[in-house]
């Protein structure tokens, strides 16, 4: 292994290739404008400095980038002495470039081309670094500025497999560095009573330690964004403010935060039928606890958790009741009534997760372009 010592002395002498210019790259992908790609990248080292910065320490570690695109990010994390870089990326047309990349580069460059999305990270890395959960993080970080239609349901599908300690998490409470549209980022990480609140800071929240970094104009990309962009640092908790399955915290989270300046009695009668959603929504409310006319926002992290274990203890006594969906029921509330013997249908809640991807999508406009 080499020592941080030699790696910082290594990479401040290191040639790398210049970075493709604009009019390099427009002449690579064999395209009219750069805009074609759909990508907006960062040319700038200084930006990718600062974003690199953002994770951390990342001397002798290992990084998987994603998305590195011609490798702006990629250079910065060279420089900054990360021992092995992986970069997983999907479009083929970048991989003469990053092979140029990681052929001066000082440390172990590996190129996977795929889609992250359905990327199994599960042996990625290397033994070595792997911790134990309760450990201090592994030295892996993953570090990445994709489209916010990638980063987006990426992060919410990678969050459950933090709270299931799979895929890259299988190694530890591996952090992660993304970039989000700026409102996003401010939605990850809003507190308790701001108008930022919605599920997504609760369910980011849940899971990790989340911080904002820096916020990138959208003049530093090329092509430029409508929008800001910022940064924002993950860390897994060692243990979960609510220590309940995704799925069942991802519905009762959804189906509070529906009605998001409506009462907490209202979302929470909707997780129940129609015949017994006011008798169980206010078993719910004295289980938990809450105040009936509180609002989503204002709940903190325990104290939906109380909500989800009340309303876990109710759906146990009648387990058909976890497969209700107020916005699936189409009138046929009644058939979720009794049947002791039924199991929990995980397929439905899975599909209900997607949808919080979907719903985000559309709702947020999320495409840079
Ligand atoms: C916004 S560009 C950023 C490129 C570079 N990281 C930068 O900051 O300049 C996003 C990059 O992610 C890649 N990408 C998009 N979707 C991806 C996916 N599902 N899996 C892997 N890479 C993806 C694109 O091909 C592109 O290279």
Not at 117 to 142: A, G, V
Not at 356 to 366: A, P, S, W
């Amino acid at each position: 292994m080499v020592g941080s010592a030699q790696i910082s002395r290594a990479t401040s002498y290191v040639r790398l290739p210049p970075l493709p210019s604009i009019k390099d790259l427009i002449r690579l992908y064999k395209l009219r404008a750069l805009r074609q790609l759909s990508q907006n990248f960062l040319l700038d080292e200084r930006i990718t400095n600062k974003l690199v910065n953002q994770a951390g320490s990342i001397k002798g570690a290992e990084v998987c980038e994603v998305g590195p695109g011609p490798g702006c990010i990629t250079r910065s994390i060279i420089r900054k002495g990360a021992e092995k870089v992986i970069l997983i990326e999907k479009d083929l047309r970048f991989m003469p470039t990053l092979k140029l990349l990681a052929e001066a580069a000082p440390c172990e460059i590996k190129i996977l081309h795929g889609d992250v999305m359905s990327f199994n990270m599960e042996n990625l890395f290397s033994e070595e670094n792997r911790r134990n959960w309760l450990e201090e993080p592994p030295n892996i970080h993953i570090i990445g500025n994709l489209p916010f239609n990638v980063s987006t349901p990426l992060i919410i599908r990678w969050l459950k497999d933090i709270s299931y300690r799979q895929n890259a998490w299988n190694y530890g409470r591996v952090r992660l560095t993304l970039t989000f549209q700026k409102e996003f980022a401010e939605r990850c990480v809003a507190k308790v009573e701001s108008p930022e609140r919605c599920r997504l800071s609760v369910m980011c929240q849940n899971w990790c330690s989340v911080s904002y970094g820096l916020t990138i104009p959208g003049a530093a990309f090329l092509p430029r964004p409508k929008v800001d962009v910022s940064v924002v640092r993950f860390t897994p908790l060692k243990y979960p403010l609510i220590p309940l399955p995704f799925e069942l915290i991802e519905k009762v989270v959804r189906t509070v935060f529906a009605g998001k300046k409506k009462y907490c009695i209202n979302g929470i009668g909707n997780l129940f039928p129609q015949p017994v959603r006011e008798k169980l929504g206010e078993e719910v409310i004295n289980l938990a606890e809450i105040k009936p006319e509180c609002r989503p926002v204002d709940l903190t992290v325990p104290e939906i958790g109380r909500i989800c274990y009340a309303y876990k203890e109710i759906c146990d006594r009648n387990p058909k009741l976890y497969k209700y969906n107020h916005r699936q029921a189409k009138g046929k509330d009644a058939d979720f009534l009794e049947d002791p013997d039924s199991e929990v249908d995980s397929s439905s809640i899975e599909e209900e997760f997607d949808t919080l991807v979907d719903d985000k999508e559309t709702e947020e406009g999320i495409e840079k372009n």
